[in-house]
């Protein structure tokens, strides 16, 4: 049971948009920044978002991040098939904690 | 471009310990960063191990602490893992990164290796 919660699954249309979001407590993501990160289908875990809304170099314009409280968000629009992949969301907690993943469908 | 590649036994016995070296390319390990560990039950999320500092510093997961050991050889340009009294619960892919952590609070993973599946298993 992690300490961030995010939805199990999440799914839209191509070319659509979509959000993930990742809710935690005033000893995480609330004094703390945030990271995600993409894990497509039998692959290691990717960096998409850091510091809560800051994309590494290479990272298209269709995803974003933001921070409010105790919550972040993922956003991913114009959804192509190969977005299809789990999602994670990372901050501090004591320790590197992570969420438990979102699995992102597009239909 | 920073390339990290994980090797070790596929397969430990329980109560045996886990062992994983880390190869970092196209990059000093000697340079200002920290490098980690994390593994993923199959089928589950992420769980972070720890990370070390290329002088030897190390910060551990605390509900692993007690079992974990990790070192760096910059004569190489790797790093390792060691997980100890391991039981069927650490079967899991374990993955090796590069940490940027600027400060406690702010850190996350930039480059990571593919990935190793370690089965712990008589």
């Known amino acids: 049971q992690s300490v961030l919660t995010q939805p199990p699954s999440v799914s839209a249309a191509p070319g659509q948009k979509v959000t993930i979001s990742c809710s935690g407590s005033?000893?995480?993501?609330?004094?703390?920044?945030v990271s995600w990160y993409q894990q497509l289908p039998g692959t290691a875990p990717k960096l998409l978002i850091y510091?809560?809304?800051k994309r590494p170099s290479g990272i298209p314009d269709r995803f974003s991040g933001s921070k409010s409280g105790t919550s972040a968000t993922l956003g991913i629009t114009g959804l192509q098939t190969g977005d299809e992949a789990d999602y994670y969301c990372?901050?501090?907690?004591?320790?590197?904690?992570f969420g438990g993943g979102t699995k992102l469908t597009v239909l | 471009q920073v390339q990290l590649q994980e090797s070790g036994p596929g397969l430990v016995k329980p109560s045996d310990t886990l062992s994983l070296t880390c190869a970092v390319s196209?990059?000093?390990?000697?340079?200002?960063?920290?490098w980690g560990w994390i593994r993923q039950p199959p089928g589950k999320g992420l769980e972070w191990i720890g990370y070390?500092?290329?002088?030897?510093?190390?910060y551990y997961n605390p509900s692993l602490k007690s079992r974990v050991t990790m070192s760096v050889d910059t004569s190489k340009n790797q790093f390792s893992l060691k997980l100890s009294s391991v039981t069927a619960v650490d079967t899991a892919v374990y993955y090796c990164?590069?940490?940027?952590?600027?400060?406690?609070?702010?850190?996350?993973?930039?480059?990571w290796g593919q990935g190793t599946l370690v089965t712990v298993s008589s």
């Open positions: 990164a590069r940490v940027q952590l600027v400060r406690a609070g702010r850190a996350y993973f930039d480059y």
């Open positions: 196209g990059y000093s390990i000697s340079s200002s960063n920290w």
């Open positions: 070390i500092y290329y002088s030897g510093s190390t």
């Open positions: 005033s000893s995480n993501i609330g004094n703390n920044y």
């Open positions: 510091d809560n809304n």
């Open positions: 990372g901050t501090w907690d004591s320790s590197l904690v």
